[in-house]
């Protein structure tokens, strides 16, 4: 009924205080995709401005990670792994979509406060911000995979046709990340707790998250499905089973995506509440 | 379509003080003051509405409308509630009563260089900002050139910003801004960026966007800009609409009438230190010639500077005096009320008493610009009984003073009216 109050003739805008809740107005995104896209592309174009080795950092960052969680879980503490794969790209595995979703979660939740010169300066659907930090990790994430590729070619593991659901596990990491991101992006243009308290969330999250080890190691089948209540883990099976061919998450990752959904859906309707006053109180 | 573009109504933005003043409140302010609030809920069985002197009216009962192609001034003083208009007219805030209705794409220069990322080119910088004003991106690139030419600074579009003078910074940015063509325009004192012969170019840009037919809202301290650009203006005052008018009675209006605040100060018991005694300063203040405390004054006319004090006990040698300093502190001048021999004879001994100093600044000596005015009270060589390097401000405006119909800036502290003469030899 707002919506339609809003838009009385064409080119006309009528602003007045908003009361209760909003339409989500999504398409409002897709009429500033361009912006989406500058803001995605500044990210990703001033990551590895001065730096001495630029873009080898999003190389060498997991593959540094990889070798200590190797030596360390896999050889002298000997944790197991799935199918006998050996230890390295077991890890490695589950790294890249663990990486690429905390980093996002990093970013996105921060978006807001670390972009308050625009949020009160300019006009533009708010949304923009939080999404556009998600993607530049994306770029990392791709460099990265090259490595993998290699990784597994060194072990003989032959990729199979299942590597044509990763996007769409890629799409589900990221869509996690901007769920969780929505809410704590939000929550921190007032509280600036939850700047302090993201490290820990994610530092949580990854032992929460089969990186380091096997999902299997959770006992019953009813307990998988409370484990897939947290949709990386979902994610980093289906990982897995895509380029390893381990068992198949099905059921798990059906629960991932509803939990995913529920949040994404929530958060966006507490950020469009929100919304209007992060100019003012940013 | 209604020759309407900007129709204003009832119009009222209230802010939280508490919002303002701590601005970063945590979570554990809110918990402490949900569960304080909760208390006294269980308490009373009901709550108290909001606490009034918890919030403040930036704008309250603001209505106007701004026809099709027309430039309207916006005019006030810092805290009327001229930047909370502009911000609710480009969308960033939300009104809290009363509503805007807008017939156009609407876009906001609000402060230029929104968005400039230091790390990126020239280049870069440019389609960015462009993206972050509104701009499609064919739009950017079909304009690209003309940004370029216009901003002076092609030899270094492909350095990093960062490496730019503020200068080229500026320029720069004026430039993508001026490109965008919305049609309506708020603007806010982007004016003031850049040197000279940039500023000019920037006022005739704005001239040109005027002459397209495009409805400008224009946000302005420099009247003399405010007397040019536009045809009529509206005067804000703590937030409420006081004028609308001709922009030349509109800001005969805002020159001449209730800014007394910001010209004069008084210092309370408090604030003056024990060693000043027994110099006591109450008060000081600006007066135009008609003895009304102002805060702007014009070029063309004399003003009078007032200090009030009280000597609770004689002082032998005493001298009151100024400083005048530019906003940018250069020094303009120093002046005591005891500087000249016959005043020092007659007030070598200055008894217990209320006093005031008062001293006038001729007419035609002041350039425009923004001033502040420091005292001074003391024995030479001696003691130095009380000082305020920064006792009140304010702004000089040029309308009158030679030259102006020059639409530039005239560089300099001081615009006598010097006397010429031109003789064919």
Known sequence: MEKQALKTEAGTLILRPARGWMALNLLDLWKYRELLYFLTWRDI?????????????????????????????????GVPTDNDIPYPVFSFVALLPWQLFASALQRT???????ANLLTKVYFPRLVIPVSAVGAGLVDFLISFVVLIGLMLFYKIELTWNVLWLPLLVLLALLTAVAVGLWLAALNVQYRDVQQMIPFIIQAWFYASPVVYSSTIIPSENW???YALNPM?????????????????????????????????????????????????? | MSKVSVRVEQLGKCYRIGALTQRHDTLRDQLVD??????????????????PANYVWALRDISFEVERGQVLGVIGRNGAGKSTLLKILSRITDPTEGSVTIRGRVGSLLEVGTGFHPELTGRENIFLNGAILGMKRTEIARKFDEIVDFSEVEKFIDTPVKRYSSGMYLRLAFAVAAHLEPEILVVDEVLAVGDAEF??????????????????????????????????????????LVMRALSPEAV?????????????????EEEVPSQAAPFRPIAVRLLDKKGNVVDTVRSTEPITLEWEYRLSAPITGLRVGFYLNTARAEAVLTSFDTDEAGMFEQYTNR?????ASRCTIPADILNQGRYSIGVNASTYHVKRYFQDEQAIEFNVDASGAPGMQWHEPHPGVIRPRLEWSIDQI
């Open chain 2, 351 to 355: 008894a217990p008493g209320h006093y």
């Open chain 1, 233 to 282: 883990a979902g994610v980093i099976q289906g990982f897995r089973w895509a380029l390893l061919g381990t068992q198949a998450p099905d059921a798990s990752l059906a629960v991932s995506s509803i939990v995913v959904l529920l949040l994404l859906v929530s958060g966006l309707y507490f950020f469009k509440r929100m919304e209007r006053t992060f100019a003012d109180i940013v």
């Open chain 1, 224 to 226: 998988q499905l409370v």
């Open chain 1, 109 to 115: 939740g921060v978006s807001l406060v670390g972009n």
């Open chain 1, 45 to 77: 174009k001033v990551r590895y401005k001065q730096a001495a080795l630029g873009v080898a950092w999003a190389i060498l960052q997991p593959i540094m990670t990889m070798i200590i969680f190797s030596v360390i879980l896999g050889y002298l503490l």
């Open chain 2, 199 to 240: 500023q000019k170019k920037c006022l005739g840009k704005m001239g040109d966007v005027a002459q397209q037919g495009r409805t400008v809202l224009f946000v302005s301290h420099n009247m003399s800009a405010v007397l040019r650009l536009t045809q009529e203006a509206i005067v804000l005052e703590k937030g409420q």
């Open chain 2, 34 to 51: 949900f569960s304080s609030r909760l208390v006294g809920r269980l308490r009373r069985r009901r709550t108290a509405g909001p606490d």
């Open chain 2, 252 to 268: 005969d209006f805002y020159l001449s009438s209730g800014h007394a605040r910001m010209g004069e100060r008084f210092w309370t």
